[in-house]
């Protein structure tokens, strides 16, 4: 009886132990380099050479930080982190996606000082399915074949884009910024500063979602510059304020609610709309509205115009 008693609790502190060491070996700050070895501890002094080298050593909450140019790969984020660079880091990626958020419920993703590359191959830069908040700052996205930030969340969730540009994703389906929630999910999104240039369409926002642009560019798509699009009984809603939709090969601003849709609206200030097949318009069975502030602030070259309903306050 005592030999049994001594085993359990020599098992139950080896079980403590070996916990001990898993959560010291997570470090709430690691480090990527280009000349790095993913066999190394991620510290400062003994960098890792990839993200998802370093995700698994990074404490939740934690943070990667980026010492030096170079190539870190893609990487897929299940945990609240941080990824920061200092300087050019890259994530070039060829027929699968840059990096990819399926993180629970609660977990904030913060991705600074980036650059993605998907060498005319890859699906999209950024691709959201969970999490609670997004933030997405400083970063450049070239070449993808899907949308350069997917933000399809599958639960009730965020996401803020500042100083950011987006170019040359150029697939069927592809675009700038594509805000569609899947089943369950709803989105509130604040994008600032952004350029979407020379890409499939710019911007776009669907089903449950609300979305507000400041200081944006959408230029030279083949299709829309901005686009708010209801397909089901879930309302969407764009605000665009102080931005541009300049040369797209099809509406400057759309709003569009299909037959089931229950509402499409965009609502704009400050804008310049010119050089598109045509400025604004509605479509779809369902109830779709562009709406402008009175006294109107637009500069529209094309043709279509908004229903200037909104009073200033």
Do not use: H
């Not at 990487?75 to 990096?99: D, F, P, W």
């Not at 965020?158 to 987006?166: G, R, S, Y």
């Amino acid at each position: 009886m005592i030999t049994r008693l001594m085993f359990k609790s020599i098992a139950a502190v080896v079980v403590l132990l070996c916990a001990c060491a898993l959560a010291s070996a997570q470090a709430t700050r690691t480090w990527v380099s280009g000349v790095g070895d993913d066999a190394n501890p991620c510290s400062r002094t003994a960098p890792c050479k990839t993200f998802a080298g370093a995700i698994s050593k990074t404490a939740t909450g934690g943070e990667i930080d980026v010492l030096d140019p170079g190539g870190f790969g893609a990487v897929t984020i299940t945990k609240s982190i941080s990824i920061e660079a200092c300087c050019i880091a890259g994530v070039l990626v060829s027929g699968t996606n840059g990096i990819v958020v399926s993180a629970p419920v609660g977990s904030f993703v913060v991705l600074r000082g980036l650059t993605f590359d998907g060498l005319g191959t890859g699906l999209a830069g950024i691709k959201f399915n969970s999490g609670t908040s997004l933030y997405v700052e400083d970063c450049t996205i070239n070449d993808f074949t899907a949308m350069g930030i997917d933000f399809s969340p599958t639960n009730p969730a965020n996401l803020f884009v500042k100083d950011t540009k987006i170019r040359n994703c150029g697939g069927v389906n592809s675009g700038g910024i594509d805000i569609r929630p899947g089943g369950g999910g709803s989105a509130i999104a604040v994008i600032d500063n952004v350029r979407a240039e020379g890409n499939q369409l710019g911007f776009r926002v669907e089903d449950n979602s609300k979305a507000t642009f400041r200081n944006c560019i959408a230029a030279n798509s083949a299709g829309n510059g901005f686009a708010v699009v209801s397909n089901t009984g879930a309302a969407a809603t764009m605000d665009i304020e102080n931005s541009m939709a300049v040369n797209n090969g099809s509406f400057g601003v759309r709003a569009v609610a299909n037959a089931a849709g229950t509402g499409a609206l965009a609502r704009i200030s400050d804008m310049r709309i010119t050089g598109n097949l045509t400025g604004v318009s509605t479509g779809g069975g369902g109830t779709a509205a562009v709406q402008s502030f009175i006294p109107a602030d637009n500069k529209n070259t094309d043709s279509g115009a908004p229903t200037p309903t909104i009073n200033k306050q």
